[in-house]
Structures are given as C-alpha cells and as structure tokens.
C-alpha cells in the first residue's frame, strides 16, 4: 500500500532549505508529528500573491461557466481565496511551479476557486473558509516533488512511475506541515486521492466534509483540464458524469459530489435534493490513458 515513503534523496523546496532528509521515512503519521512540532510563521494575505493576478483565469474558463455565473459570484469568490493567509515562502512555490509548470499551477488556482464557491453553497460565508480555499490551492503541492518525466507522462505508467506518482499527497502533506502546522491543506494534500478508502493513502478515518469538497473540486478541475494522456479535457457535464458514477460505486463522497452538481445548476436552494441522472449527456475524450491508482498496487 502507498502509505509510507522511504525519502530517496533530500526533500528540497523552492528555496533551497531541506524538509526532510534521505532515508527519512514519510507516513501520514509523520506529516501529523511534523504539523505538531512545525513553528508558527508570519502569514500574508493571498492577496499579496501573484495568485492575485492570475485568480480571474479560472473564473473566466469554459468548463466553470455555471459555476461562477454572474459578476456577483465572482467577486464573492475572489474574496475568499485571496484574504487566505499564508507564510511567504508557499507564496514562492507558488512562483515557481507557476514558472515550471503552469498547467498544474492553473489546477491549483482553479481548485481553489471551485473549493470556495462550493463551500461558499453549501455554507454561505463562514470564517474557515479562506483557509479551505487555501488548501484547494495547495492540495496538490507535493507534485512539485515528482519526477517530471512522471508527473507529465503521456501514456500508461510503469510500477516505478506509479510509485513516485503516488508519494505526493505524503510528500505535498510532508511539506505543508513544516510551514502550517495543522492546517487544513495538510488534511487535503494527504486525503485528496483517499476516494472512500479506494485510493490513496489509507486513513484512519475519513477526511471531513470541507476537505472532501476539496477532492472533488480537485478532480472536476482536473477532468475538465487538458492532460498530456487523453485526446482532450471532459467539458463539464462529462467531469460530472464521471463524479456521478465515483459516487454510485461509493469511490466519491456523494453527498459532496451532490454539492457539485447543485452547484452547478446554480446553487439556489438544497443540495440535498439534487438526483443524479442516469444518462450520461457530457463530453468525454476518445482516448484516455490514465493511470488509476488504488491500494491493489500495494504489491509493486
Ligand atoms: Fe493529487
Ligand atoms: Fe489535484
């Protein structure tokens, strides 16, 4: 099972300082001994960011049209993801996985803006939800730590590729909690593959709802995203469908992914009553050669 990383080399970050050793082994419980011996840090408004400049991207995109309909919504979601407060040195692996890979910065930037649009129907405004939209942007961090032959793969991955793939939400965990201590993107970086228990890495216990609506943000987004191994993106009633049957073979929270679709439909009224359709009326890509990964791997 991918629940547990023996560090082949030196875990670095942007700057240079070392986060972890070679030979250190990184488990969920570490990340949790880390986040509890992590030293408080200064933090900064998101607004200071260049996240700033770059949030209105996402917000203009196709796929998240009835998301974020109306100047109203946009505005309310701008808001949110930008009074997020974070140590200046995220803000610099921001800058550079900006730099070294703006497809997965764009992930980041839209994940956030999804998270907080679905929190903001489902709870309205609440003070948590900032740091939420925090850890939309930075669920996905540890990829910064893979290979990039690995993290840009066009094809089918190998054993090797599928275990360097399957460190990051550790290593993402790993790093945030050095800078955040407990922090919601520590829970999303470790539980934002946990499918139900059918992904990766296992859990003593499921993530809680906030968190859960970062994994499906984090994975319409990136249905809806171009990838090198499919022949396009899903557009956004294909990403839902898919959500919709992760959730009937209970691999996606489906209360959550309920929240999805009403959000989608506009956000007016219940999520609880939303039902699913039983056709599939979206846009799927001809060809897709994703890796899926599950704990079944655990014997590579
Ligand atoms: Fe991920
Ligand atoms: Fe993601």
Redesign the pocket.
């Known amino acids: 099972m991918f629940d547990r990383v023996v560090l082949a080399s030196d875990l670095v970050d942007a700057t240079g300082a070392a986060l972890a050793g070679a030979g250190e082994v990184v488990s969920v419980a570490s990340v949790h001994e880390a986040a509890r011996a992590a030293r408080p840090q200064a933090r900064v408004p998101l607004a200071r960011s260049a996240v700033a400049n770059d949030l209105h991207l996402p917000l203009a995109e196709p796929p998240f049209r009835h998301l974020f309909r109306g100047e109203e919504v946009r505005s309310a979601v701008a808001r949110v993801v930008l009074s997020a407060r974070l140590p200046p040195a995220l803000f610099e692996e921001l800058a550079a996985l900006r730099a070294a890979d703006p497809g997965r910065y764009r992930?980041a930037v839209a994940?956030a803006a999804v998270t907080a649009r679905l929190l903001m129907v489902a709870v309205g405004d609440a003070p948590a939800l900032p740091d939420l939209a925090a850890a939309g942007l930075l669920?996905?961090l540890g990829m910064r730590h893979v290979p990039p032959a690995v993290a840009r793969a066009a094809g089918a991955l190998d054993r090797e590729g599928t275990r360097a793939l399957a460190a990051h939400p550790l290593l993402g965990g790993l790093h945030l909690a050095r800078h955040l201590g407990a922090h919601p993107a520590v829970e999303a970086a470790l539980a934002?593959h946990w499918k139900s228990g059918a992904g990766y890495p296992a859990l003593a216990r499921s993530p809680s709802r906030s968190v859960e609506v970062v994994g499906v943000a984090?994975?319409f987004?990136?249905l809806t995203q171009p990838r090198p191994y499919r022949s396009c993106p899903f557009d956004a009633r294909g990403a839902a469908d898919v959500l919709i049957d992760e959730a009937r073979a209970r691999l996606a929270d489906p209360s959550t992914v309920r929240l999805l679709v009403h959000a989608l439909r506009g956000g007016s009224g219940e999520s609880r009553g939303v039902r699913f359709g039983r056709q599939r009326v979206g846009q799927a890509p001809l060809v897709n050669r994703h890796t899926p990964i599950a704990p079944t791997a655990a014997a590579l």
């Open positions: 992930h994940t669920h996905d934002h984090s994975a987004v990136a």
